[in-house]
């Protein structure tokens, strides 16, 4: 990751990663699976692009007439990268009662308001964490003494709508989040925008966003973090959770495919030269290749990649094991180098109430003075909602969305994952860690979710082999 990435810059470089003096770079050799991987991707975003110009309009909704998916108004919003709020759920969904109270409906109209040129609407999502540490004598001194704290993982404030007539309708959001994961290093009690962009309409070509945005790169950054089957993202190493650039999106095919492509550099937001500054280029494009007619079956595939320049000559990967508190467990350091690419693949299966959510990927450094060294991450998240519901999926944006209870006392959904992200490779020793963590999730209503996580993190760092127990509960608000 680059110096920007989450959490920030590490200023102490640590004593095994190597910061190369200023010298002649060996050019990074690019494998031939690493070609072969980008030429499919360009191809099929090219294919894709094609396919688009003879297409006729479409729905904006991501699944016909599938109640239990977001409800977009225009299809720039379809195509942004707007989180599900519960704002957008059908009618349908908002007439379901639960036993668990919620807001009153007049609050919610009282937060709506959609006239002929304009729309607004208020939203929130909060999740609350506490993060429980146990550690052996070998964690300990790898990454120190972790504190059991409380953790304000997300408190963000939500402004989103759109602006212009329905036939030319530009979709807009901005989110104002408290100690989020691009919060500034060593910050306390910060609060910064989250997210703050606008998406036009392009056509059939799809919709461009630009503004501060997620990167679109991994199914785990992509996807909506508070509704992932895993209670944390397990590839922070090899993503940047937000930049400033300009994007364009799309769905094809009868909305059996995605895709997704981006330029991103935030050196004016930063008051940094832009030639010290990475560029970031990624894409990902997705294929449906099953669906049943009610949406309960489906397989979905997805290849993606990302090109991040170094920033003042450096690049970094590093990663905590669970949230945003807490030391890193694997850490490369600042390496110089000219900068990364990045390579991904996925695949998520649902049948019916179980779901299997996989992905990889190999990160190459490249322009260093020392043998040019790859790292690599993957993880397999599974999922069983009990109660017999199950994570439809959006065919506008390629990803699994919220579970909706269709039961009085709610929904439950168990969780299972295990993990590795590998740093280390010649002369860089940044660790590998395993994660193996189990959860369960009780969604009372459409809005609020109780969930606990617990595992086991092995690292093999410095020597050493240290293992962490780490328990999460969390309390989950998203209206």
Not at 181 to 200: M, Q, R, S
Not at 332 to 343: E, L, P
Not at 424 to 446: A, C, E, P, Q
């Amino acid at each position: 990751m680059t110096a920007r990435s989450e959490g920030g810059i590490n200023i102490d470089v640590p004593a095994h990663a190597p910061d190369v003096e200023d010298g002649p770079r060996s050019a990074s050799p690019e494998p031939h699976g690493m070609r072969r991987i980008a030429l499919v991707v360009c191809s099929l975003i090219l294919l894709g692009a094609i396919s688009a110009m003879s297409q006729e309009p479409v729905s904006p909704h991501a699944g016909g007439t599938d109640p239990h998916l977001p409800q977009p108004e225009s299809k720039a919003e379809a195509l942004s990268p707007t989180p599900q709020l519960s704002a957008k759920d059908s009618e349908t969904v908002k007439k379901k009662q639960y036993t668990t109270p919620d807001l009153p409906d007049p609050l919610e109209k009282w937060t709506r308001y959609s006239g002929k040129y304009f729309a607004i609407g208020l939203g929130m999502a909060i999740l609350i964490d506490y993060d429980s540490f146990s550690q052996d004598a070998n964690s300990k001194e790898q990454i120190g003494i972790q504190d059991d704290q409380w953790d304000a993982r997300s408190v963000r404030f939500i402004a989103s709508g759109g602006i212009g007539p329905k036939s030319y309708r530009v979709s807009y959001l901005a989110s104002e989040g408290f100690n989020g994961f691009d919060a500034p290093e060593n910050h306390k009690n910060y609060w910064g925008f989250t997210d703050l962009f606008a998406t036009f309409p392009a056509g059939k070509l799809g919709a461009f966003t630009y503004g501060k945005q997620k990167e679109c790169f991994v199914y785990e950054m992509v996807g909506d973090a508070p509704f992932l089957y895993q209670a944390e993202r397990n590839l922070t190493p090899f993503f940047t959770s937000r930049n400033v650039g300009l994007s364009l999106a799309n769905s094809v095919f009868k909305k059996r495919m995605t895709y997704n492509a981006g330029w991103y550099n935030d050196w004016w937001v930063q008051g940094t030269p832009f030639h010290a500054t990475g560029n970031q280029f990624a894409s990902r494009v997705t294929g449906l290749l099953y669906i049943n007619e009610d949406g309960s079956k489906y397989f979905h595939v997805a290849a993606s990649g990302r090109y991040a320049g170094a920033t003042n000559g450096h690049v970094q990967f590093r990663g905590r094991p669970l949230g945003n508190v807490g030391d890193y467990v694997t850490d490369t350091g600042k390496i110089r180098a000219t900068g990364q690419t990045d390579f991904g693949l996925e695949a998520l299966w649902n049948y019916n109430s179980f779901s299997i959510l996989s992905e990889f990927v190999r990160a190459y450094v490249q322009g260093t003075q020392f043998p040019s060294p790859s790292f690599y991450g993957f993880y397999v998240a599974a999922s069983w909602v009990v109660t017999g519901e199950h994570h439809p999926y959006d065919r506008n944006v390629g990803y699994a969305r919220r579970i909706i209870p269709q039961h009085h006392f709610g929904a439950v959904e168990l969780t299972a994952m295990f993990g590795r992200n590998d740093l280390d490779d010649k002369s860089i020793h940044g660790g590998i860690s395993d994660k193996t963590f189990f959860g369960v999730n009780w969604l009372l209503n459409r809005r609020l979710k109780l969930g606990v996580a617990g595992g086991v993190v092995t690292l093999d760092r410095a020597g050493l082999t240290g293992h962490t127990t780490i328990v999460q509960p969390r309390i989950q608000y998203i209206f």
